[in-house]
């Protein structure tokens, strides 16, 4: 673990509705528990949809929305069944869920009430809720986000998250449970996170444990090619933000494709992901009504 010392603030605020339209294509909804990540990773998009302090001050400042189950108690008894998304801009089990216990208690309702759910988290603290994901998982899935499996990069690029092995073990165990099990190896970014041994101990990983690998390389937003200038070496900027970035990545992308077919794991990137999901819901009734202002 790092030794750096950080100055945490953990405020409890009230919020007026738990689920959000999401933006998402795979989403019907999104439910943060939290503003703000205390995981504080060195390039997370998710600093520009933030607002406020918990952005200014990304990975030491965290709201915690401390009424939003009594919300979403009463939001899904009127809102249309779907797919929801936890979280979509920050980790649902960073480390304070220990203490607020938000997230357990929205998975709750939500599977109660039939919605079907999917977690993205970076956090073995997922396990705590096995009791919750076996007594529903033909409504839900976990997915983990794992940009590395060196631990000397991980501390760098994501300084307060669990440790390598700890996702490792979270994966395997949700896998035999028979719980649905999917990696998002993302963002890659040139130079930093790019090895290729790296990136195949991950796809044995999902071999592993049959999980789905999503790829996503690093996309360019105001806020967090801000906060990647403070850390990370100026040629992977350039790298970035030059006209041979996406050669780079179908460089890249057609080697792990490669692999994915010749080891038979089910693997697509980001970009395909979404279409196909898109091509899916044509004729789906989209309008959700609900969300009108009163």
């Known amino acids: 673990m790092t030794s750096v010392m950080r100055n945490i603030v ?3 605020i009230k919020v007026s509705k738990a689920l959000s339209k999401s933006g998402l294509p795979e989403y019907d909804y ?26 200014r001050r990304w990975g030491e400042i965290v709201y915690v929305k401390i009424n939003l189950p009594e919300i979403l108690r009463k939001e899904v008894k009127i809102y249309r069944r779907g797919v929801v998304g ?11 869920e ?8 929205s998975l709750e309702i939500l599977l109660e009430n039939r919605f079907r759910v999917s977690i993205q988290t970076k956090s073995p603290l997922v396990l705590r809720d096995l009791d919750i994901l076996e007594r529903y998982k033909d409504l839900v899935e976990v997915g ?7 631990e000397t990069k991980k501390r760098f690029i994501e300084p307060w998250t669990p440790g390598a092995e700890s996702l490792m073990y979270a994966l395997k165990r949700l896998s035999e449970k028979k719980i649905s099990t999917w990696i998002f190896v993302g963002p890659i970014i040139p130079d930093v996170n790019d090895d290729i041994n790296d990136l195949m ?9 049959g999980s789905e690998i999503i790829f996503d390389y690093f996309r360019s937003h105001v806020g967090s090619i801000d906060m990647m200038r403070k850390y990370f070496d100026q040629s992977v900027i350039k790298k970035i933000l ?28 980001a970009d395909e992901y979404w279409k196909n999901i898109s091509r899916r819901r044509v004729g789906e009734e989209k309008d959700l009504l609900f969300f009108a202002e009163k």
Not at 201 to 209: C, F, G, K, N, P
């Open 10 to 12: 953990v405020k409890k």
């Open 30 to 55: 999104s439910l943060n528990p939290y503003i703000g990540c205390l995981h504080g990773c060195r390039y997370c998009y998710a600093i520009d949809f933030t607002k406020g302090d918990p952005a």
């Open 86 to 96: 936890i979280s979509t801009i920050t980790d649902p089990y960073q480390s304070i």
């Open 98 to 105: 220990y203490k607020y216990n938000i997230t357990r208690r």
């Open 144 to 150: 983990f986000t794992i940009t590395t499996l060196d």
């Open 201 to 209: 101990r991950i796809l044995d990983l999902a071999r592993e444990t």
């Open 242 to 269: 030059s006209k041979d970035y996406l050669k780079w990545w179908n460089n890249l992308i057609n080697i792990l494709m490669k692999y994915c077919s010749e080891a038979n794991i089910r693997c697509v990137t």
